[in-house]
């Protein structure tokens, strides 16, 4: 099973790579139309290569994951690498799925590139398998614990990208990108659905927290940048919703929440704590 796990990894980062490749081919191929003012397809046979590919990666680190789950018995909680195949999951998929819904190849491709250099980091902290230690025994709450941290890191990736372009399509009106209503709209939306999972995250992991360590909350340098990662969302919803926030200062303020994200993620290498990753 471990061999099986490994080469769908080695072939995830392959199929990430094909599949940006395939987009930024496409991209070219458009972009040469329009210069020369040909007709430009809709959709060509490199986007559709490059969604296939996409599709197949996503399957691929599925199969992963659920290799590692069968090998250990549980999800992928245990260490800094199943983390990060899981968190890498959940960017491709919400990619994806937000590609399908508006037709956002830029959003899509810069989400790939995130998700690959993940895919590498996980590759380089591979870990073989290990028995839990006592505090990951409750098996199936740090499974919806870590279930809420890859939606709500997927979909919150993809509203970062989103509030990227927007700022660069508010400055330079770009005609390879979305308008900016649309990419402010995504960036909403990602949030809709990512800070409830968020919020999710923490409540789940203080009951954890409370189980392992006999306390809901302890200031550990992870909790706490948990915690100013969903101060930060809380208030983009806040100013978005009761004082019409939108368009660039709502951008920064998702740029610094998924900034917070990536602290959270790698704080603990900085700061230690009793999180194990």
């Known amino acids: 099973m471990d061999n099986l796990e490994t080469i769908s990894l080695v072939l995830s980062i392959a199929g990430v790579i094909l599949s940006i490749a395939f987009f930024l081919l496409s991209f070219i191929k458009k972009r040469k139309q329009a210069a020369s003012e040909d007709t430009v397809s809709g959709k060509s046979g490199l986007d559709m290569a490059a969604n296939i590919a996409v599709i197949i990666t996503i399957l691929l680190v599925t199969v992963a994951i659920i290799g590692r789950a069968i090998e250990t018995g549980h999800g992928p909680f245990s260490n800094m690498y ?21 037709k956002t190849g830029a959003i899509l491709n810069i989400s790939l590139i995130i998700a690959l250099l993940l895919l590498i980091f996980a590759r380089v902290q591979y870990a073989p398998p290990n028995s839990l ?68 995250l923490i409540v789940l992991g203080a009951l954890w927290a409370d189980i392992a360590w006999g306390r809901y909350w302890g200031w550990d340098p992870k909790e706490t940048a948990s915690l100013v990662t969903w101060l930060i969302y809380a208030a983009y919803m806040h100013t978005r919703l009761l004082k019409g926030w939108k368009g660039v200062r709502a951008s920064i303020l998702l740029i610094a929440g998924f900034l917070a994200i990536v602290f959270t993620f790698f704080g603990n290498y900085i700061f230690g704590g009793l999180h194990s990753y």
Request: aromatic content about 16%; proline content about 4%.
């Open 82 to 102: 199943e983390f990060a195949l899981a968190f890498s999951w959940g960017i491709i998929l919400a990619g994806f799925i937000f590609h399908l819904r508006y």
């Open 133 to 200: 230690i006592p505090a990951l025994q409750q098996s199936a709450l740090l499974s919806a614990h870590v279930a809420s941290a890859v939606v709500a890191y997927g979909t919150l990736t993809i509203g970062f990208v989103a509030a990227i372009l927007y700022l660069v399509q508010n400055k330079y009106n770009s005609s390879w990108l979305p308008e900016p209503e649309v990419l402010d709209n995504i960036t909403y939306k990602s949030v809709i659905i990512g800070f409830p999972f968020l919020t999710l």
